[in-house]
């Protein structure tokens, strides 16, 4: 028998750990356990707080123990409010500890380009099994060269709106035009009844409705070459616009909300209407004898939802997209990469979907077909809501530049001065000169 | 052997043998330095290391994740155009100056009353400490549920009162925003007033109170000619340090209105978190920070000198 000593066991060891990383999902599930190497292998995922708790309660219960048993890897599910995952981020890179996986909102993979690892492999791979990502996935998971993280879902966004309330003034169905919404808005208001609009510095529902609505006029922030074109007849218009449907339409406290506050105002029957995620119809069609109307009846029976209305340049929207990056300073790369890997797998992706019931779409083209769209025609909306969907910088690139705008919430501030009072020109002046900075 | 061996062994033997750090540490230079390293080390890990570090930012242009180049100057010269910064430079000077002189003010009244003597005194004094022993971001936010646009306990209470007609959008105008974010910091730092005063005002001798009455001096002139003067020397502290902890105040203002509406209530530091932490614009984040330094540091000479001529007399 050929003697075996120390330095060879290690290095036959090694050369098993090897194979046992590069074989792959399929290598890993044709075993039926987990590697090896995995063993006792802790990944930290972090994310924001779901607006849909049962998500979040499927991953840190189901997911995380599905996660053991096929990969070995402990699964440690970290979620926090959205508001604060850029400053964590910073945190985690510049300190070069932190979550392996960084679920990130918007564009914010731009923001940390250098200092992700690239997962081409895995979200090609991902894409060419789900039927191809949607076009805004791409633009804030890709800077042209790799994949800065694997897309996740998009939220979809759309008007959720109290259909008795709107028949009441004479709208049988949502607007179509601004004008419209602004004739709509003004009547709601005058019974005490104001669309809910959040105007501050906060991710997902400033952004959703100004920026379709600077670009539903024709506004910019910069061309197709990256000048920035934003002081413009068009830009001035939509202020104008704004800030008239503002005093005219909108309950003024909302330049103080955050991403919550409209789904408490709508559920607590003090809007209307508010462009948001389907959230606030699940919530309250999950606890009906908690939500109800004026009349005592349950309040989902009268929420449905639209899509925002077009401007003189046509109808645009902004969904709010969702990317998992792998951090590159990460320690357990490899272990990552079959995570990531697993979890976008349609099995597994399958559960997280359901569990959302409609709240999110998937970030590729396949989840449109899911049978969960035929289940409620109120969320039918939101089926195809990612498609065609416009994001920040457009017409210019979604890059890091424009990432950096959005995190400054200039746009958002440009309407929120004019609303404030500042001349609509002084405003877009303003908001160009801070542009400016960023894209020269 | 010989005896003499035996005797310088013997002599030896009954004095205490001494080790090189022993011998050391005697050597009153080195005892010196080795009492002062622990501090010494603390003091460059957590106090000089990081504001080398933030000076070093500050002149270039780093960003999260890209060490970044030397760039002079640039980024100092990019604040003085930037419009936010001198809203943030404005709003932490009205920041700080009115909810000083507020918290002076109630604080001295508020010790003045707990420094007499009435049934459940020592009971007060505790309760009067909660809103500075609570977390400060537990109580913003209670405080943001209290200013909340839409569901506004003190709207509430006002429009039962029929006190007012509409509802006050506290946190979305500019104004009241700015007033809001004064309010809640008065509340918290009162009880820190109070209750440095009230040790301040238990100093004084009571004796010299009776004398002054006997006198003829009134309440008031007896604080003014007698209590004033004697409190000068804690008042001066409590107010540079509250001065201090003011200007570089953050999680309260971060908590309740993160800044807005549209950047109306952004402090030094909460404008450098936004642009250095929430957008990873390192650079431009520790020049706002480093901004402040100079204001600061006129606040810590005047305590010292104040201290030390307090010491001397």
Sequence with gaps: MPRINRRKLLKLSGAGAVAARTGGLAAILAAGKAPAYAQGTTLHWLRWNDFIPQSDALLKNQITQQCAKDLGITLSVETINGNDIQARTTAAIQSGAGPDVICALNNWPQLYAESTADVSDIAEQVGKDQGGFYDEST???????????????????????????????????????????????????????PIGQALGHSFGDPPSFWYPLLWSYGGMEADKGGKVVLNSKETIESVKFGVAFWKDCCDEGGLAWDDSSNNRAFLAGTISSTENGASIYLVAKGAPD?????????????????????????????????????????????????FLAWVHSKPVYQEWFDSQAGYSVGATTAWENDPIWNKDPVMAPFRTVARGAQFPGYAGPPDRRAAEALSKYIIIDMYAKAVQGMAPEEAVQWATSELQKIYA | ???????????????????????????????????????????????????????????????????????????????????????????????????????????????????????????????????????????????????????????????????????????????????????????????????????????????????AAIDGARAWQRFWHVTWPLLLPVTMVVMLFSIIQTFSDFQLVYVLTGGGPANATQLFATYAYQIGVGTGLLSQGAAISLAMFPFLLIVVVVQLLYIRRVEVH
């Design chain 1, 290 to 338: 908690k939500y109800q109307d004026e009349k005592g009846q349950p309040l989902y029976k009268d929420i449905l939802h639209g899509s925002l209305p077009k401007g003189p340049a046509g109808k645009f929207s902004y969904q709010l997209p969702h990317t998992n990056m792998l951090m590159g300073y990460g320690k357990q790369q490899d272990a990552a990469r079959k």
């Design chain 1, 139 to 193: 633009s804030v998971a890709n800077n042209g060269k790799r994949w800065l993280g694997v897309p996740w879902c998009i939220v979809g966004n759309e008007s959720s709106y109290r259909k008795s309330w709107f028949e009441a003034v004479g709208h049988n169905k949502f607007p179509e035009t601004w004008d419209e919404y602004r004739d709509l808005g003004k009547k709601l208001k005058a019974k005490g009844q």
């Design chain 2, 1 to 211: 052997m010989a005896v003499s061996d035996l005797v310088s062994q013997r002599a030896f033997a009954g004095v205490p043998r001494r080790g090189a750090a022993t011998r050391l540490l005697e050597d009153e230079r080195w005892l010196a330095a080795a009492l002062l390293a622990p501090t010494a080390i603390l003091l460059g890990l957590f106090i000089a290391y990081p504001f080398c570090e933030g000076v070093w930012l500050s002149v270039t242009d780093a960003r999260v994740g890209v060490p970044g180049h030397f760039v002079g100057l640039d980024n100092f010269a990019a604040l003085w155009n930037d419009s936010i910064f001198r809203v943030a430079v404005w709003n932490t000077f009205v920041y700080t100056a009115v909810a000083s002189v507020f918290k002076l003010g109630l604080g001295l009244w508020l010790a003045l009353l707990l420094n007499r003597s009435f049934r459940g005194k020592a009971f007060t004094r505790a309760f009067i400490l909660l809103p500075f022993i609570i977390p400060t971001v537990l109580s913003t936010l209670a405080w943001k549920w209290m200013f909340d646009p839409t569901f506004s306990v003190i709207n509430w209470t006002l429009f039962h009162l029929g006190l007012i007609h509409a509802r006050i959008n506290w946190l979305g105008d500019p104004v009241l925003a700015l007033i809001s974010v004064i309010v809640v910091n008065v509340w918290r730092g009162v009880p820190f007033f109070a209750i440095s005063l009230l040790a301040g005002l238990q100093t004084v001798n009571p004796e010299l109170q009776e004398a």
